[in-house]
């Protein structure tokens, strides 16, 4: 190896300017929050959301339509991470903001520590957005898991959210192994884990002789990115850690991390590995009908509301992965574009509507217990009928019934099904949205037309009632205007896909 | 009047007015929730008034249209327009609102505004689906007014309102979410158009054309309801509250026939001509057995339920003969439908408001007490059977007269409705209202008030204009109706 070969490159340090400030701002809040005597820590939940508002302003303003690549091209700056971020930044502030109350009624929790470790998260989960190499994906995936292990840990007293870390921890730790093992294959038969360079290398050298090595590699990946979805069969530290974990680390969970894991998919199996489409969507259909089918089913089991949503969740993955499975038919990606941002589309606002749900909760959850069980939300209508109606707009939003966003979003994903050909696909979906929707009209048959258990007031901070009627106006106007949006996620991929 | 969006002001008014009641809040203010929402209905009947008065009955083409893009990514647009098919419906609707108010005025005590606020919106939402003329804006109306009428049931309904409420909503979402991919597979076919009238003029293939008129018929069965998918509509007028069932049986029966003249037919007119026998069948089916169901029941919201489905066979009978006749005939019946069953409701609604029962053997004698009330629920039972000068006798007839020409045994299976039609209901009537004064509920009851008059007066000026003089409302679906018959007689396989 000659010297120039060891050349040191500095990398463009302004293209990851972003991670760079979240970094240098998680590290100072941190040390900052060493000298906070309030017990309430309000500087440093100020300056945690002042860090995220920054970011915001970074991103803007290094924001271009250019695709840019730094740090021997393991990092990508392109429109579709800058969207995912600030999307990313926006929904850290919602959680962060619904979970003030919550947090600060729990003595474990009420710490700098919890702020510090969602900065930390909110990093990993830019890193993953922002990958353009496997490894790189991986360190983004390592720091948002560890971050979340010691979240859902922090409420160390309780044996549930013990339970819960110890669980997601053993589970996470094996996945990550999955992943890795995966991913090395993969550089065994390509050469290369950048991922425009694997993508090439496959274009040019196709399947010859490597195909063995390159699907086991893929199952690995592939079974890597559903843990991390959590779609089934990798489901299964989903409904432990919603229900174990403390509600305002559960919202956490619920919310930013579906937006980095759809980045993720994106940049790994669309971009990286689309020559193999055919045997990854082979895989995902698999596990995207049988998400909606065990999601569907044992969601209507279950008495716990957070343990429902966690079965949702996994559905609702399931049905997300049905745009992501429709992108190549028959070797033809022309169907791509519109597939993948029918999925983006059902991502962001799956989000925006677990984050409400999850903010009633919240809510709900005063004077240190929790309301998670169904029966808590009895004749909530009465107890206050626009938080009920803001938590019936989610469920219905969440079923897929119009006019809530929710339907647009399956709309569009059913659209690329059928467009893409798969009209069994789409029946198979609907039918399993027809029995999930049974267990959405139960939260609201148990708001509305059940008798109160508590007729207590709901207290609240101000500006966070402020905030979750916001987020419940946000789903219906969505759902009667979902076209600017929906132009958004389509030019985004646009922009950043290399179909 | 062609500058002033009158269908987006029926679909909007109501529910602007819905929300604007939903915003008084509690109970304390119910007295104002009240006066709004009588406001609102009346506003909302008020400007589809325009609709009639400047509505051109020589053209078959859609009037008042409105079109403005919506959703660009999916080519889907704000598009709306009505012809002489789906015009009536809007005005009966805002009608009916009103009726539905007033009804509720002093039996709803609790949670007023938002039940006052579930019909307004429910109204827009219904108007919606009659004037929309994109699929998927129809659509999502479509399943949205099931949303209101979840909620009616539930929160306001009889002892069993839950399990009524659910099966309402799953069984109707059933049917419309294969009708979603119907749609899917349209816009698909069709190059990337949402518009109704696009998909009435491509041509389809047989084999696709019969997959979609399947899932049609299965979305617009279940909401019609044709036998055998008709088991939620017993269940849900007997738990809804008296404004519930009258906008069911007025109004939401009516979107699944609708949904059979705007899709089914000119979408797939080679599969409706080839299906045709098996929808006869089945609507003789419900005429002649739920007839007979309906003989044997001992509530009167199940007995007037299971006639509903029975006239609601009429209907469907009309539409899958293909002529003119028929299809005026069965549009007719619709309209009057939704007086007569509208004003039947009331009846029971008025009677269990006073004495807490719809059992039939609970009653006896009524006319001892409320005779202005029997002489009201005597015009409407006439015309539930179908009587010579009200409503329900002519679109029956015009029906059945249309079936002696397509096939006499047909004609004749129907017309046994008259006399299993007139058993039912009469005998209902004398048990209820004739009679000795049978307990001391019946003698306690007290007549009519103003407000229940006026709801009366309503129901019946409806019921006796149609039934004496029925030609305004065929004229206007005259050449609508032609026009789709024109279009149906037109093979679409290429």
């Known amino acids: ?37 309030d017990g309430k820590r309000t500087v440093t939940f100020l300056a945690t959301q002042l860090t995220l508002i920054g970011a915001a302003v970074v991103t803007l303003a290094t924001a271009s339509n250019d695709v840019g690549f730094t740090f021997s091209n393991m990092y990508i700056a392109d429109l579709l991470g800058d969207v995912l971020k600030l999307l990313l930044y926006l929904t850290v502030i919602i959680v962060l903001l619904y979970s003030r109350g919550y947090v600060l009624e729990r003595e474990q929790m009420a710490k700098g520590e919890y702020y510090v470790l969602a900065l930390f998260a909110t990093l990993g989960m830019m890193v993953m957005i922002s990958a353009n190499h496997f490894l790189s994906v991986y360190i983004g995936i390592e720091l948002l898991s560890l971050s979340l292990y ?20 053993v589970l996470g730790a094996l996945a990550s192994g999955l992943l890795l093992y995966g991913i090395s294959m ?3 038969a390509v050469g290369t884990l950048e991922m425009n360079a694997v993508a090439e290398r496959l274009m040019t050298m196709g399947y010859q002789g490597e195909r063995t090595i390159l699907v086991f590699g893929l199952v690995f990946v592939v079974s890597g990115i559903a843990f991390k979805l959590g779609v089934v069969p990798f489901h299964m530290w989903i409904p432990d850690v919603y229900h174990g974990a403390p509600t305002a680390v559960t919202l956490f969970i619920a919310t930013a991390p579906k937006l980095a894991a759809f980045a993720m998919v994106i940049r790994m199996l669309a971009n990286g590995l689309l020559m193999l489409a055919q045997d990854w969507q082979t895989m995902l259909i ?29 559905s609702h993955m399931g049905f997300m992965l049905l745009g992501i499975v429709t992108g190549v038919v028959g070797g033809d990606a022309r169907f791509g574009l519109n597939a993948y941002s029918s999925s983006m589309f059902y991502v962001i606002t799956y989000v925006l509507t677990s984050a409400g749900t999850f903010g009633v909760i919240l809510l709900l959850a005063r004077g240190g217990m929790e309301s998670d069980d169904l029966n808590d939300f009895k004749g909530l209508n009465k107890r206050s009928p626009w938080f009920a109606a803001v938590m019936m707009m989610m469920m219905f939003s969440m079923a897929g019934i119009p006019f809530f966003v929710g339907f647009f979003a399956k709309f569009s994903v059913l659209q690329a099904v059928v467009a893409a ?27 509305y037309f059940d008798t109160p258990v508590s007729t207590a007031p709901i207290e609240a901070p101000i500006d966070m009632k402020i905030l979750l009627s916001a987020n419940g106006l946000a789903v219906a106007l969505l759902g009667i205007f979902p076209g600017r949006l929906m132009s958004v996620c389509h030019y985004t991929l646009a922009r950043s896909l290399w179909l | 009047m062609s500058g002033t969006p009158l269908l987006s002001l029926a679909i909007w008014v109501p529910i602007l007015a819905g929300l604007v009641v939903l915003a008084t809040g509690s109970d304390r203010n119910a007295p104002l929730a009240r006066m709004l929402s009588l406001i609102g209905a009346l506003a909302g009947l008020l400007v589809t008034i325009p609709l009639y008065t400047g509505f051109d009955m020589s053209t078959p083409a859609m009037q008042f249209v409105e079109l403005s893009p919506w959703i660009r990514g999916f080519n889907a647009n704000y598009h709306l327009g009505v012809d002489g098919i789906s015009m009536p419906f809007v005005i009966l609707n805002s009608f009916i609102t009103v009726t539905v108010v007033l009804a509720g005025w002093q039996v709803i005590e609790s949670k007023v505004a938002q039940y006052n606020a579930g019909f307004l919106i429910m109204s827009g939402l219904l108007n919606g689906i009659f004037s929309a003329l994109d699929g998927v804006l129809f659509y999502v109306f479509f399943e949205a007014s099931l949303i209101p009428l979840y909620l009616i049931i539930g929160i306001w309904g009889g002892p069993r309102r839950v399990y009524a409420a659910f099966k309402f909503f799953l069984f109707t979402l059933f049917g419309s979410l294969l009708f979603l991919i119907a749609l899917l597979y349209l816009y698909m076919q069709s190059g990337g158009s949402f518009a109704i009238l696009d998909w009435h003029k491509m041509p389809l293939a047989l084999n ?37 069932s009258i906008v069911l049986a007025a109004i939401a029966l009516k979107l699944g026939a609708y949904g059979f003249l705007r899709f089914s037919l000119p979408i797939a007119p080679d599969a409706s001509h080839a299906m045709a026998g098996m929808v006869v069948g089945l609507s003789l089916i419900a005429i002649i057995y739920i007839g007979f169901v309906a003989l044997v029941q001992d509530d009167m919201k199940k007995l007037v339920a299971y006639s509903s489905i029975a006239h609601m066979g009429f209907v469907t009978l009309g539409f899958f003969m293909f002529s003119a006749l028929a299809i005026e005939g069965a549009l007719v019946q619709m309209i009057s439908h939704g007086f007569v069953s509208g004003a039947m409701f009331f009846s029971i609604g008025v009677m269990y408001d006073r004495a807490h029962s719809r059992q039939i053997a609970d009653y006896g004698g009524v006319v001892n007490r409320m005779p202005k009330f029997a002489a009201f629920f005597m015009l409407f039972a006439m015309a539930n059977a179908g009587l010579p000068a009200t409503s329900g006798f ?39 209202v004739f009679g000795a004064v049978s307990n001391h509920h019946v003698a306690e009851l007290t007549d009519i008030n103003a407000r229940e008059f006026l709801v009366f007066v309503l129901f019946a000026v409806g019921t006796l204009v149609m039934g004496l003089y029925p030609q305004p409302f065929t004229e206007i679906m005259h050449s609508s109706v032609n026009e789709l018959l024109r279009h149906v007689a037109l093979s679409k396989i290429q």
């Open chain 1, 421 to 447: 050909g798969y009209l069994w696909l789409a029946i198979t979906a609907v039918a399993f949205s027809l029995i999930g929707c049974f267990y959405y009209l139960r939260v609201v048959k148990i708001m």
């Open chain 1, 286 to 314: 698999l596990l995207s009908v049988l998400s909606m089918a065990v999601g569907n089913i044992a969601a209507i089991a279950q008495t716990n509301l957070k343990r429902m949503l966690a079965y949702s969740a996994i």
């Open chain 1, 150 to 169: 010691a979240m859902v840990a922090m409420n160390r007293d309780s044996i549930p959210a013990t339970e819960a870390a110890m669980k997601y921890f």
């Open chain 1, 186 to 188: 993969i550089y065994g």
């Open chain 2, 208 to 244: 696709a054309q019969t997959w979609l008129f399947l899932a049609f018929l299965v979305a617009f069965a279940v909401k019609v309801p044709m036998w055998p998918v008709h088991t939620w509509l017993p269940d849900a007028h007997v738990e809804a509250p008296t404004g519930g």
């Open chain 2, 394 to 432: 002519v679109g029956e007839f015009m029906v059945i007269l249309a079936a002696v020409g397509h096939n006499f045994w047909i004609a004749f299976a129907a017309a046994t409705t008259m006399i299993v039609g007139a058993a039912y209901t009469l005998w209902m009537y004398k048990r209820v």
């Open chain 1, 1 to 37: 190896m000659t010297l120039a070969e060891l050349q040191f490159q500095m990398p463009d340090l302004r293209l990851a300017s972003a991670e760079i400030f979240v970094l240098f701002m998680a590290c100072l809040v941190l040390i900052l929050d060493l000298f906070v005597r």
